[in-house]
């Protein structure tokens, strides 16, 4: 048993290390729950998409109503999660070992769990730009050019735009109306989050599909070793 768990260990470090390989690939889906879809962001097409399947840059991914989607970036294991009704653009450019990363929010809820950053780590929406290194954060969108907010519950972020910028600690809400609008911060207030246990616990299992010699589609089962 232990050198069953040793071999699936070094082939999930294997299969990642492929991944990271590729300039394109910017991180995998861990989890995910009802309809979710993938497309380009330059195009109207999308496709649904599994656990396992590898976001590329310039990726958009949209969850219906009901749905969630839990990413994770391959250079440093940092976390997305994408709640229902939501519409984000995952960009990612090669910076050596890291990624640095910009989500387009495009509307909809977010939470990032992030590690401490290598490159930078951007959230754009329609209003603003929020800047950070390693915290955790949600960043709610309401419509493609309506109010953007960000709540810090660990860490720091800095939000911006051309009319201002603020730190926002945590314990704190930024709150920007518009574009022509200064971003505000106030202490976060009951309801600002939604519950916790939506979207749940991150599996400890990861299938990923890929081709075999034969040009067969075939899905690999990975246990996850779960984290303290």
């Known amino acids: 048993m232990k050198i069953q ?51 590329k840059d310039g990726d958009k991914v949209e969850t219906g109503p009901g749905a969630f989607c839990t990413i994770k970036f391959l250079d440093d294991k940092s976390l997305l999660r994408i709640k229902e009704k939501s519409s984000c653009i995952i960009e990612g450019k090669r910076k050596g070992n890291s ?46 050019s309506g109010e ?12 911006k735009n051309n009319q201002g910028k603020v730190l926002v600690k945590k314990g704190q809400t930024c709150i920007v109306l518009s574009r022509s609008s200064a971003p505000q911060v106030r202490l976060t207030r009951d309801g600002d989050i939604p519950p916790e246990d939506i979207g749940g616990a991150i599996s400890n299992e990861l299938d990923v599909e890929f081709t075999n010699a034969s040009g067969e589609k075939e899905v690999l089962r990975i246990k996850l070793k779960k984290q303290e």
């Open 5 to 55: 768990n040793l071999f699936m260990t070094f082939l999930l470090m294997l299969l990642l290390g492929s991944l990271a390989f590729a300039q394109d690939n910017v991180a995998i889906v861990v989890k995910l729950s009802g309809e979710v879809r993938v497309g380009s962001k330059d195009s109207f097409n999308t496709t649904a998409i599994k656990k396992g399947h590898v976001l």
């Open 99 to 144: 990624i640095e990363k910009n989500i387009f929010a495009e509307f909809g809820s977010f939470f990032m769990s992030l590690f401490k950053q290598k490159s930078d780590f951007k959230v754009t929406t329609s209003t603003s730009v929020a800047s950070v290194k390693g915290t955790k954060f949600w960043v709610f969108q309401l419509g493609q």
């Open 148 to 159: 953007s907010r960000y709540v810090c519950t660990q860490g720091s972020i800095e939000v």
